[in-house]
């Protein structure tokens, strides 16, 4: 799982991006990531179209992440999606 300030930094990589499956993945992944743990909210698995999924691995693979090894697993679940 990405930490939040990850997970807002991939939704502002999609969000540069202008078709609606960028931006609605953005927004699903930024609300996400606003979750309240301290008031007793938890975190979800973002669930997402193919079409949201697509423009995701697109954005992991053409942006170059500051420490790759964070976005390890996301990439994994990505090439397997």
């Given amino acids: 799982m990405l930490s939040e300030r990850q997970a807002l930094d991939v939704a502002g990589a999609l969000s540069i991006k202008r078709n609606l499956a960028a931006q ?3 927004q699903k992944i930024r609300d996400q990531a606003r979750v309240n743990l301290d008031a007793g909210e938890t975190r ?7 079409e ?7 954005v992991m ?11 390890a697993h996301l990439r ?3 090439n397997r999606a």
């Fill in 61 to 71: 693979n053409e942006v170059a992440w500051p420490d790759e090894r964070d976005y």
């Fill in 52 to 58: 949201e999924v697509a423009e995701l691995a697109a």
């Fill in 76 to 78: 994994r679940q990505l």
């Fill in 44 to 50: 979800k698995a973002v669930d997402l179209v193919p």
């Fill in 24 to 26: 609605s993945a953005a």
